[in-house]
């Protein structure tokens, strides 16, 4: 603690002392003049001088009895991640009111670990929930998939087909939907959930085509892969940096101009600053305000209005994810011409990370 701070806040005890010895003097002039006599001004000084050198000698000591103290708080107040256990450390106090402000902080302190520990343990019980119903809802949108698909073989009915149809693209959605519950939940553990692996990306860039196989061939839109190279490794988690690609691949197939035979490019690159990933669309694209705030959590914008399913949950969990994984993703776009989202990669960056 500064001793400016410290004599500031000792104010009220050198006015004390100030008036105390003004007192004095005037009690002893009044005295020794009613006596008949002779004042005598060294006689005064000489009070004033050793009222002050006391007054210092106590503040002085006052200081350094609470100096330690007081610079223990100082540095505490510094400390960018402050813990209970930090300040548990403090010496033993050494005054009366010391004793009371560490003893109240000691309850404050069990008070708010208590409340902490049940809300860890609600979240934990909350997290447990979320998984297994994500699990059980998985069960019926498998076999709701499966009957749609012996009923396009057991009907002939176009308009039982068209039925069907309806019914495959609400359970797409739903399973999307879970999907991206599921994933979000397990993003509060990530560390403990991710792997570090050589991963193909022309590879796992096929297997998502693949697994929106459907809904290319539904919405006319064609994928394209372009790339020199015959094998790119990047250090990265396979399952996490699927379901990223995944969402930004749906994302563009979604936004793009349904059964108009467009493409969506993805464009795979090795330069010397690292591995370039762009997926492009020639979609609506994005309203050059909301492009800054696409990977916002719960953000939908001008887009996500006309898709009214939009969660604005989807690019927030990819931005969250690459991060976490060490990678890095931007996004531009041109409205009426398309978006292009691109993924970074510098070399063993999970394991740098």
Known sequence: MKLKSFMRDRLYFIFYTVLLVSLLIIAYTLAVLEAGNHLSVSNIIYLII????????????????????????ARMKQEPSLSFEYVEAFRDPLSNEQTLWMDLFQQ???VTIGQLQEQIKQKEQYELLIHQWVHQMKTPVSVISLLVQEGNRAFSDETMKE?????????????????IILHGARLQRFSEDVKSERVDLINLVKQVINQEKKQFIKRFIYPRLETELENVFVNTDRKWFHFAISQVVFNALKYSKQEKH??????????????????????????????????????TGENGR????????????????????????????????????????????????
């Open 262 to 299: 467009d493409s969506i490019t993805f464009s795979i690159v090795e330069k010397e600053s690292g591995i370039f990933l762009r997926i492009t669309d020639q979609g609506i694209g994005i309203v050059p305000h909301d492009v800054k705030r696409v990977f916002d959590p719960f953000f």
């Open 50 to 73: 050793l009222a002050l050198f006391m007054m210092l000698l106590f503040l002085a000591g006052d200081y350094i009895r609470h100096f330690r103290f007081l610079n223990q708080l």
């Open 306 to 353: 006309v898709q009214q399913e939009s969660t604005g949950m989807g690019l927030y969990l990819v931005k969250e994810i690459v991060n976490r994984l060490g990678h890095g993703v931007t996004i531009r776009s041109i409205v009426s011409e398309g978006t292009t989202v691109e993924f970074f990669f510098k070399s063993n960056t999970l394991h740098d990370r």
């Open 163 to 179: 039925y069907l149809k309806g019914i495959e693209e609400e359970n797409d959605r739903f399973r999307r939907g879970l999907e």
């Open 108 to 110: 404050m302190n069990q």
